[in-house]
């Protein structure tokens, strides 16, 4: 991609337009979403292999008499807030594509199962805590995870701000598109792209990438080529979309 350096610096003040931390699609993203800085919990009370692995166990298949059930899937937990903030969730997103996951899950065909996944579930999510209209994905109906919520109740001063701001809440999530999603994602990684150029990948090489191929803290793009290349793609699609005046950067 000869020229990207200067398309990206042409298109700076459209980057910054199309990931700006405020507006309806802000949200808390953490900054520095990488592997080694998630921890998945692994249930102390079994040690088979379903209980390690509770994702690979056949549903059809009870745990042994002599093995706890394993709980359900736990929750992963997040560590190193230091670069949190305000922003757009496609950030983490990216993020952790560029920096933690395998090539075969970068793949297109990945890719674009992984991106309708978080998506589907980010819908679901919205539609639970009262962010969109319509019904979540089948396993349980907005009636019952509400009664699963506590309730605040409002003062009666604040009641019709509360319902313009839920309405308003709603129209933008059930306006976020997977397709949405997907022009966030390249447009972010331009913006990534931009700050590796300048700030990280000048010193590396092929060496350093041997070098540094089990340093597990070392994000993926400075460990193999398949994944800077990705970025380095995935950068001139949000490019192009933005030089379209797609991504509400025009």
């Known amino acids: 991609?000869?020229?990207?350096?200067?398309?990206?610096?042409?298109?700076?003040?459209?980057?910054?337009?199309?990931?700006?931390?405020?507006?309806?699609?802000?949200?808390l993203v953490h900054g520095d979403f990488k592997a080694a800085n998630i921890i998945t919990p692994i249930s102390s009370l079994a040690v088979s292999s379903s209980a390690v692995h509770p994702l690979s166990a056949s549903a059809a298949s009870p745990a042994p008499a002599s093995v706890p059930a394993p709980a359900p899937y736990p929750a992963p937990v997040v560590i190193d807030w230091q670069w949190c903030g305000p922003g757009r969730a496609a950030h983490d997103v990216m993020y952790l594509m560029s920096t933690s996951l395998s090539s075969r899950a970068i793949s297109p065909e990945a890719e674009e199962h992984l991106l309708a996944t978080y998506h589907r579930r980010l819908m679901r999510d919205l539609r639970r805590r009262g962010g969109a209209r319509g019904e979540g994905d089948g396993d349980e109906s907005e009636s019952a995870a509400a009664t699963k919520a506590p309730h605040w109740p409002a003062p009666a001063s604040s009641a019709a701000h509360s319902q313009s701001a839920a309405a308003a809440a709603a129209d933008y999530t059930d306006a976020y598109t997977l397709d949405t999603l997907r022009v966030d994602v390249a447009v972010h990684a331009a913006d990534y792209c931009r700050f590796l150029i300048g700030s990280m990948w000048g010193a590396v090489t092929p060496h350093s990438m041997e070098a540094k191929s089990g340093a597990t803290n070392q994000g993926m793009h400075?460990?193999?080529?398949?994944?800077?290349?990705?970025?380095?793609?995935?950068?001139?699609?949000?490019?192009?979309?933005?030089?379209?005046g797609g991504g509400r950067g025009g």
């Open 1 to 27: 991609h000869r020229g990207l350096a200067a398309r990206l610096r042409t298109a700076a003040p459209a980057i910054s337009r199309a990931t700006r931390r405020f507006g309806a699609a802000q949200t």
């Open 222 to 244: 400075k460990r193999s080529l398949e994944h800077l290349t990705w970025v380095v793609r995935k950068a001139a699609h949000g490019l192009d979309v933005l030089e379209r």
